[in-house]
């Protein structure tokens, strides 16, 4: 079946500093790609998605890109902002109406 | 702004006493989700309606049913609360199914309290 591997957290990082979070999938067919961003005591938002290979999604300077030969949807930031502490799930979908979820990289951005 | 909404915020029930969830949306979208998600993890999907049509997932307990009465609203029904159940339950909605890169737009959640 579908699953999402993502990298292991908590990650800590100060201001202005580079933010890789590490996404791979397995799916059978094209699946599309996104991630969510849960802030503390919030629902999920959707931060970006990508629908192709090698679609690039990118949204509030957060970015990553649909790799099918690697299988992978890595996320980046370039310069991170103590707003940016949240907590990060890589999801996939495919032609039905679940969303598979990473389990969530906690990253907390240090002033 | 068009959004999903859910009430309360915040529930505190009592072991083994029934309880409702509420969650409403404005976009107007065909499917309506609802998650668990337990501190710490990912959200689990419960199960979805589609227009009035309900769809089950496998693992979903018994105890926990759902209504969704008009577009606009839907209802998560916990008959019989335990402790395990105390979670953050998160309502969704989506146009039409997820395949083509259809988006899923969350409420805020409900956080549930089982004493």
């Known amino acids: 079946g579908d699953s999402v591997t993502q990298m292991e957290g908590p990650v800590t990082l100060s201001e202005e500093a580079f933010l890789t979070i590490n996404c791979t999938y397995t799916?059978?067919?094209?699946?599309?790609l996104f991630w969510y961003v849960q802030y503390p005591g919030e629902g999920l938002q959707l931060l970006l998605k990508a629908t192709k290979a090698d679609d690039k999604g990118s949204n509030k300077g957060f970015e990553a890109t649909y790799r099918k030969e690697t299988t992978s949807f890595h996320l980046e930031k370039g310069s991170v902002q103590v707003s940016d502490s949240a907590v990060y799930f890589c999801?996939?979908?495919?032609?039905?109406?679940?969303?598979?979820f990473g389990a969530g990289t906690t990253v907390t951005v240090r002033a | 702004d068009a959004m999903v909404i859910q009430n309360p915020r915040y529930q505190v029930t009592q072991f083994g006493k029934p309880v409702t969830l509420s969650c409403s949306q404005t976009l107007n979208h065909n499917v309506m989700y609802w998650y668990q998600q337990k501190s710490s993890q990912a959200p689990k999907l419960l199960f979805h309606y589609y227009d009035k049509d309900f769809n089950n997932e496998a693992d979903t307990p018994d105890n926990f049913q759902s209504r969704r009465p008009n577009t606009s609203f839907c209802f998560l029904d916990i008959r019989s609360p335990g402790l395990g159940d105390a979670a953050m339950y998160l309502c969704?909605?989506?146009?039409?199914?997820?395949?083509?890169?259809?988006?899923?737009?969350f409420g805020p959640g409900t956080r549930l309290l089982v004493l």
């Open positions: 999801a996939l979908s495919s032609n039905d109406y679940k969303l598979s």
């Open positions: 969704a909605t989506s146009q039409d199914d997820l395949g083509a890169g259809e988006t899923q737009y």
């Open positions: 799916a059978t067919g094209y699946p599309s």
